[in-house]
């Protein structure tokens, strides 16, 4: 037998099935998509795109030998969140998904303020601050800018719900997918209606279930996926929730860095975060075996890696390779006195977290003549590992952080970063065998489903394995320590800046 992770993330959709005795992986396939930027601020997916994307790579994975000889039994979806689709009464979408990082509805933050009647409890009861990268803000401008759109809109999903209803199998989100939409009580775990009738919207949204909950079979939806009728269909997890899974977070304090075009932080906690947690930018939810988690998301990681190589002329798509994150940054110890290396504010995408600043930018300072391009492109990695140390020492106090730190992701592909993270930090890094662990988390899920285990802990005690532990170096730390001491500095000094226009 075999379990399915489905992961759908923001630029690719990634499939791999996994033996259920042991947890290898035995087939995988990818289909990488492309979203556009129509005006300034602006990005856009055509969810036909993802769609279409979903049914090539499983049916690439289900028509591999080994799992012809092991077949699938139970299929479930790993989701990027934080965004929603308008659907018809077919369940075909009427325009396309804003993602994540597009800007508009800031502009309607004051609007959809005033039609929230939980205003002064938003982050007790959401988790969530108000902001323009929810769904209830996101259907506001389609109503404010699209109304025909708006108004012809059956249904509100996500990216797991839509795939789901292509299927012709319920439209079901799951409680941390539907804890980001700014609508939904995570501690009762029921939608707030107040917030969905202000919208005119409660008709309209998915129906909830808890991750590892069996929604259907495919029934003749199986010979689209190349999967037999009795595979049974499991709630999943927002794609945060589903990779801290993978990467064998259980407890609380239990934390893993997911370096990917972004760089979130996620941390397992026995109880909500209070309201202080806000101001640092940090945002909670479920987690799977009625935990709760802590969510640090930081725009400022591989997407600047990418930004940055593209301006040498090095252009790359993927973070799968060591060579993918930075090809020439040598494996050298403690930069001597006098060395070159500037500081650098990762804010290309601005700050959610600890600044909430959406609209702060970044910077290179400390430029001498003597400053090398290595020396550019180690600073750049070590910007983004200062404002990963910034956000850690946010954390509240309770849960202590259970070491070693977890590190998945593409940026955990390169020794050399993930040893800087532990040099930074001073805390040991582990990273681990399974490279796609949102996929092994949504088969884990999918196993719960499906009867298999008796909750995530005994899977992952069979299947969540480091790969590697990387010890921090004293003397490294030491350096890095006090060059830490600057980069606090920074943005404080740079927001008094005017940005160039």
Not at 240 to 246: P, T
Not at 349 to 371: C, M
Request: with cysteine.
């Amino acid at each position: 037998m075999s379990l399915l992770g489905v992961d759908v993330g923001t630029s690719a959709l990634k499939v791999v099935a996994f033996r259920v005795d042991d947890g290898s992986a035995i087939a995988s396939a990818r289909r990488n998509y492309e979203s556009t930027y129509p005006q300034p601020g602006w990005m856009e997916l055509d969810p036909e795109l993802v769609w279409r994307a979903f049914v090539a790579a499983v049916r690439e994975v289900t028509a591999r030998p080994p799992v012809r000889q092991d077949p699938v039994v139970a299929m479930t979806l790993s989701v990027s969140c934080d965004e929603v689709i308008p659907v018809d009464a077919a369940g075909h979408s009427l325009g396309p998904c804003i993602m994540a990082p597009d800007t508009r509805g800031s502009d309607l933050l004051d609007e959809v303020a005033g039609l929230l009647p939980v205003t002064e409890e938003l982050y007790a009861r959401t988790g969530l601050p108000l902001s323009p990268i929810h769904p209830v803000v996101r259907i506001r401008w389609y109503q404010r800018h699209e109304p025909a759109i708006a108004a012809a809109a059956v249904s509100w999903l996500g990216w797991g719900e839509l795939l789901l209803s292509r299927l012709g199998l319920p439209a079901v989100s799951d409680e941390t997918t539907a804890g980001r939409w700014l609508a939904f009580d995570v501690v009762d775990r029921s939608w707030l209606p107040g917030v969905l009738e202000a919208l005119g919207i409660s008709s309209a949204v998915p129906a909830v279930a808890s991750p590892g909950m069996p929604i259907a079979t495919l029934g003749a939806a199986g010979e689209t996926l190349g999967l037999g009728p009795d595979v049974v269909v499991v709630a999943g997890a927002f794609d945060q929730v589903c990779a801290a899974l993978g990467a064998g977070l259980a407890e609380p304090g239990d934390v893993v860095v997911g370096s990917g075009t972004w760089e979130n932080t996620t941390l397992v906690l026995d109880r909500p975060l209070e309201e202080a947690a806000r101001e640092r930018g940090l945002t909670w939810g479920r987690f799977p075996g009625d935990r709760y988690s802590a969510l640090i998301m930081n725009p400022g990681g591989g997407a600047v890696v990418r930004w940055f190589r593209e301006q040498l002329g090095e252009p790359v798509t993927t973070l799968d390779r060591a060579s993918d994150v930075m090809p020439n940054v040598s494996g050298r110890g403690r930069p001597q006195s006098g060395d070159a290396i500037p500081l650098f504010l990762p804010h290309l995408a601005g700050s959610l977290a600890p600044w909430r600043d959406p609209a702060s930018r970044g910077a290179f300072v400390g430029l001498t003549l003597r400053t090398t391009r290595e020396d550019i492109r180690r600073s750049v990695l070590e910007g983004i590992t200062f404002e990963l140390r910034l956000n850690l020492e946010h954390l509240p106090d309770s849960p202590a952080l259970r070491l070693p730190v977890r590190n998945t992701g593409g940026g955990s592909r390169s020794p050399e970063w993930v040893q800087l993270k532990a040099d930074v930090l001073g805390m040991p890094i582990a990273t681990m065998t399974e490279a796609e662990p949102g996929c092994l988390g949504a088969a884990i899920l999918a196993g719960i489903g499906a009867g298999l285990f008796a909750d995530a802990r005994t899977a992952q005690d069979a299947w969540c394995r480091p790969d590697r532990i990387f010890e921090p170096d004293p003397s490294r730390h030491a350096h890095h320590d006090a060059r830490f001491g600057l980069y606090r500095q920074l943005y404080p000094a740079i927001r008094r800046i005017p940005a160039a226009t």
